[in-house]
């Protein structure tokens, strides 16, 4: 028999003795094991304010790390204007001062030029399984997330967060109602090649920035999914929204590499299962958000929406050259692997009549 210590014997005593006198409490019970580890906290930060669809993706990530960890990793949601604008966000995650935030293309693609593939307009399918086959293609992954890599970022997941409309004071519905007009941009030169190609005058600025910008006239218009015109008020001072069908807000949820390294497996695995299946959360959420915004639109009677036929969608489309030229000249060689993958795959689902239902209202 192995012998007890005295001092060890008399702390057990103790402890029995204080147990008899408290029932006989899980918690209580606890506190004779040893300590659980100190929670740790995870901060993630948004670049878009509270109830939007980057918020209720991060609050289904922290339910699901608070849950498969058991209570050991808290996650710190930091929502847009708490800390920073999106460069800043991303720099943060790159110095290690925040784990994890939001990096949208149109921002990020100052960093990562080959995020610009998602500001090409008529790129991606407009069937909406055949684009989430392509955003989970595992080949598409890994060059996005080499990308990803070279500029000090872990890609975590991609996050579908809706179509972008173009809201102005005028009906925007052939390239040369762009001609001259001053259209809010991200802050990526990427995202002002787009507009440029369609004859605008694009002026660069942070998201929290364009009611005010809105507001003074220092822009005409701006492009957004409809759930974000409602929930940052654009509406207020914009009189047409086009519904293009050109391109879909695709977020890169991010991570500091040396942190996502450096974490012991069993939080690698809560992490990575946490992110697995964050997709087909979203999406379904996303097209809530979306029809929502768009309903009360169109109940206001504020905006006049239009959806583009296939003919000047097409008109679009062609008048798009120096866009991917410009993408082409800024990603280099991955850029170009990265397009050639989509491309590939949007025509393979084009055979195969996959994305035949590109509807006019395409909106969610
Ligand atoms: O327009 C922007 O800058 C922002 N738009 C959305 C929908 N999310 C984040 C991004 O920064």
Redesign the pocket.
Same mark, same amino acid.
Request: hydrophobic share 35%; aromatic share 16%; no cysteine.
């Given at each position: 028999m192995t012998a007890v210590p005295t001092r060890s014997l008399m702390v057990l005593l103790a402890s029995s003795l204080f147990l008899g006198a408290c029932s006989d409490n899980d918690e209580v019970m606890t506190g004779l094991l040893p300590a659980d580890p100190e929670p740790e906290t995870w901060r993630f930060a948004l670049?878009?304010v509270g109830d939007s669809?980057?918020d209720a993706w991060a609050q289904e990530f922290r339910r699901r790390i608070q849950e498969l960890s058991d209570g050991q990793v808290q996650v710190e949601i930091y929502p847009y204007g708490s800390i920073g604008n999106?460069p800043h966000l991303t720099g943060l995650v790159r110095d290690g001062r925040v784990q994890l935030a !939001?990096a949208?293309p149109?921002?990020v693609a100052s960093v990562i030029p080959e995020a610009g593939v998602f500001l090409l307009p008529y790129l991606f399918p407009e069937d909406d399984q055949a684009n989430r086959t392509i955003l989970s293609d595992p080949e598409l992954g890994s060059l996005l997330e080499q990308a990803w890599a070279s500029a000090g970022l872990q890609l975590m997941s991609l996050v579908p967060?809706g179509w972008i409309t173009w809201t102005a004071n005028q009906p925007l519905l052939e390239p040369g109602d762009f001609s001259g007009l001053r259209m809010r941009t991200?802050t990526a030169p990427m995202h002002n090649a787009v507009f440029e190609a369609w004859g605008a005058d694009p002026v660069s600025l942070?998201?929290g920035e364009?009611h005010e910008a809105l507001q003074l006239g220092q822009v005409d218009g701006?492009s957004?999914?409809a759930f974000?015109v409602t929930e940052m008020q654009f509406q207020e001072f914009q009189s047409h929204m086009t519904l293009p069908g050109a391109t879909r !807000?695709v977020?890169s949820v991010v991570s500091n590499p040396e942190w996502y390294q450096n974490l012991d497996s069993t939080h690698r695995e809560w992490l990575d299962s946490a992110t697995k299946g964050m997709p087909e959360f979203i999406d379904p959420v996303q097209q809530e958000y979306n029809q929502r915004s768009l309903q009360q639109l169109r109940e206001s009677a504020r905006i006049r929406i239009h959806s583009l036929s296939k003919r000047q969608r097409t008109g679009f489309r062609e008048a798009a050259g120096p866009a991917v030229e410009a993408y082409r000249e800024q990603a280099g060689k991955r850029g170009e692997q990265i397009l050639e993958r989509i491309q590939r795959l949007g025509e393979a689902a084009r055979s195969t009549g996959a994305d035949e239902s590109s509807a006019p209202d395409t909106a969610t």
């Open positions: 670049e878009e669809v980057q999106s !939001f949208s149109g921002h967060e991200m942070p998201y364009v701006q957004n999914p974000a !807000f977020a």
